[in-house]
C-alpha cells in the first residue's frame, strides 16, 4: 500500500497559522473526499480533527480547516497555541484493495 | 464514557502470536465497526483489517492475509486482533478504531497498544 506524503515537521509561533500537506495520488486524495485528519499526542489516543477533506467534528476547534486541490490535501491550524504541538496524520479512502492509507505523520512544534 | 481501552503492552519472541484486546464502552458496539491499524518505529501508520461489529464480516489487508485475525465477543463489547507468526518486523504500536459503516474516518481510536518481537 503506498503512503501518502506529509512533510516531516512544521512549527510556528503562537498565533501564527501553519500548513501542513498530505500528497496522494489519483487513486486516494485525488479520486476522493475522503481525507480525514487526526492529531496525536505522545501516549494518548489518535483524534480525528476533520474528515471529509474539511468537515470538523463536534468540539473540535475553528483553528483547525481544511481543503484539498487535486491529489494533495492541507490542514491549516490558525492562531497556533501550545496545546497543538503534537502529531498529525491524514488518512484517504482509496480504490487499491487496502481501502484506506494513511499520512507519513507531520510534527507540529509550537515555538 | 465513548472510549476504546486496548490491553497492555506485549513482548513476544519470534514465532509467537499475539493477541490484542480492545473494549468499547459508552456507545452501542454491534452499530459500528472495528479497524486495526499499526505503526512501527519510524514507520507510517498502516492499515491491517476491519470487521463489522454487527455481522462479523472481515476483510484484511493482502500484506497480513493468512497471519492476522480479528474477531469480535458482542457479549463483552470487545474486538481482537491476533497476528501470528511474528518476526522483528512486526514490532510497532498497534491501534484500534471504531468506523461508522456510513462514514470513511475513524471517530474513535484506542490509546495503542505496544508490541515488541525481540529474541
Known amino acids: 500500500q503506498s503512503a501518502l506524503t506529509q512533510p516531516a515537521s512544521v512549527s510556528g509561533s503562537p498565533g501564527q497559522s501553519i500548513t501542513i500537506s498530505c500528497t496522494g495520488t489519483s487513486s486516494d486524495v485525488g479520486d476522493y473526499k475522503y481525507v480525514s485528519w487526526y492529531q496525536r499526542h505522545p501516549g494518548r489516543a489518535p483524534k480525528v480533527i476533520l474528515y471529509?477533506?474539511?468537515n470538523r467534528p463536534s468540539g473540535v476547534s475553528n483553528r483547525f480547516s481544511g481543503s484539498k486541490s487535486g491529489n494533495t490535501a492541507s490542514l491549516t491550524i490558525s492562531g497556533l497555541q501550545a496545546e497543538d504541538e503534537a502529531d498529525y496524520f491524514c488518512s484517504s479512502y482509496t480504490s487499491t484493495s487496502t481501502p484506506y492509507v494513511f499520512g507519513t505523520g507531520t510534527k507540529v512544534t509550537v515555538l | 464514557q465513548v472510549q476504546l481501552v486496548q490491553s497492555g503492552a506485549e513482548v513476544k519472541k519470534p514465532g509467537a502470536s499475539v493477541k490484542v484486546s480492545c473494549k468499547a464502552s459508552?456507545?452501542?458496539?454491534?452499530?459500528?465497526?472495528i479497524h486495526w491499524v499499526r505503526q512501527a518505529p519510524g514507520q507510517r501508520l498502516e492499515w491491517m483489517g476491519w470487521i463489522n461489529v454487527g455481522n462479523g464480516n472481515r476483510k484484511y489487508s493482502q500484506k497480513f492475509q493468512g497471519r492476522v485475525t480479528i474477531t469480535r465477543d458482542t457479549s463483552a463489547g470487545t474486538a481482537h486482533m491476533e497476528l501470528s507468526s511474528l518476526r522483528s518486523e512486526d514490532t510497532a504500536v498497534y491501534y484500534c478504531a471504531k468506523h461508522d459503516n456510513s462514514d470513511y474516518y475513524f471517530d474513535l481510536w484506542g490509546q495503542g497498544t505496544p508490541v515488541t518481537v525481540s529474541s
Open positions: 459508552g456507545y452501542t458496539f454491534t452499530n459500528y465497526a
Open positions: 471529509d477533506v474539511s
